[in-house]
């Protein structure tokens, strides 16, 4: 992958005004990924940002249409959709009662009397870009720009829609903060060197030792990781073969989304920076309905579920990623070294870094957006 070792500095992950920039550039100018689209299945239904320095809501109108809009009312600023999700049929401030609609219209002034002059129409709800697009919902940061995912994501556009990642349900959602930086956490996930050894007892069977391929298109990466069956496709002609049954696909959707196709379940990661050494991490599963059908099928779910989420994720990647935060800031070394198979973490360091200066770029407009990294097979 890498043709010489890498050193990297370790104030990527603990410098304060380096993250500024980071949530400047990635975190502001780029497409960002709410949820999958399943949470949204009718009119009514909205989902809340996990992040607090983004508030927004996105919500499905009467006309099916996904909108989002700033989390603030525009009386007094009061926080409008409570629930991280939830279905209304209006939103109704809890301050003093002001009601929109589901297109982010002012319905109704409370005492109206008391505001002679104030015209409804002038107080709508603030609307941010938000679509619908390869089953998944993303919002962006520039009220009034276009957002466009195939653009954005390039051939990956036609992944998400080949493996039909609309159609799935959601069978879980978490939330929880890391004491690690939210780039630390997403590099655990961008190198298979550590698998034997971190993940002996749980994921090291299911993997041919060190068999992945990866590719970039702009600044996403896709990477598939051989199962160890993978030698039963010599038996079958080509045609029949599908990736996924012997293989697991990884992508980093940029900036802060780590997006995973199992065998029989996929997880939307998403890292959301709190501080250098504080990150927001949700983890949303998605299913097949008819993979895990009846009381069996929710029971295996869940049985999935905590041994992804707790066990591989919680208890070993990101429990390694929190202990190598906190020695970080207590000398020992100042870099860390990346081997040859390790170059994607120094590919994904490259597409944030590559960013942070740059002027003028706007939400997802394929001409910014895609820069092009090469290919890397
Ligand atoms: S702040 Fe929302 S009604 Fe007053
Ligand atoms: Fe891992």
């Known amino acids: 992958m890498l043709d010489e070792v890498v050193r990297l500095p370790v104030s990527k992950y603990t410098d304060e005004g380096l993250l500024e920039q980071e949530i400047a550039s990635a975190f502001s100018q780029y497409p960002l990924i709410a949820g999958h689209a399943s949470t949204l299945a009718e009119p009514g239904a909205y989902l809340t940002s996990d992040w607090d320095q983004f508030p927004y809501f996105v919500v499905r109108g009467e006309d099916g249409r996904v909108r989002a809009f700033y989390n603030q009312c525009r009386h007094r600023g009061a926080r409008i959709a409570e629930a991280p999700a939830g279905t209304v049929k209006n939103f109704v401030c809890p301050f003093h009662g002001w009601v929109y609609g589901l297109d982010g219209a002012l319905k109704g002034i409370t005492r109206a009397h008391d505001f002679p002059g104030v015209n409804p129409c002038d107080y709508g709800l603030v609307e941010l870009p938000a679509t619908e697009a390869g089953g998944l919902i993303w919002v962006g940061r ?4 276009e957002l466009d995912i195939p653009g954005f994501l390039g051939t990956f556009f036609e992944d998400l829609v080949n ?42 069977a299911a993997f041919k030792r060190g068999v992945i391929a990866h590719d970039s298109d702009g600044p996403h990466i896709r990477l598939s990781a051989a199962r160890t069956n993978i030698g039963e496709c010599a038996l079958k002609p080509e045609e029949e073969w599908r990736i996924l049954d012997y293989a697991s696909v990884y992508y980093t959707l940029f900036p802060n989304t780590f997006f995973i196709l199992h065998p029989d379940y996929v997880s939307i990661n998403t890292f959301w920076p709190l501080s250098p050494d504080r990150t927001i991490w949700t983890h949303e599963m998605l299913y097949r309905a008819e993979d895990f059908a009846g009381s069996a099928g929710q029971s295996s779910l869940e049985k999935r579920f905590r041994f ?17 935060q906190r020695h970080l800031l207590h000398g020992g070394s100042d870099h860390h070294v990346l081997g040859l198979a390790e170059g994607l973490l120094s590919i994904f360091q490259n597409n944030i870094d590559e960013r942070l200066a740059g002027p003028g770029e706007t ?15």
């Open 163 to 204: 493996f039909d990642v609309a159609s799935l349900i959601q069978y879980k959602k978490t939330k929880v903060v890391k004491e690690a930086n939210w780039k630390l956490l997403i590099k655990t996930y961008l190198e298979g060197y550590h698998v034997p050894y971190l993940h002996r007892e749980t994921l090291a």
């Open 363 to 377: 939400a997802g407009t394929s001409s910014t957006t895609r820069t092009t990294t090469g290919q890397h097979s």
């Open 308 to 324: 992804t989420n707790d066990t591989v994720f919680d208890q070993e990647d990101f429990a390694i990623a929190e202990d190598v």
């Open 142 to 145: 520039t009220p009034g720009a």
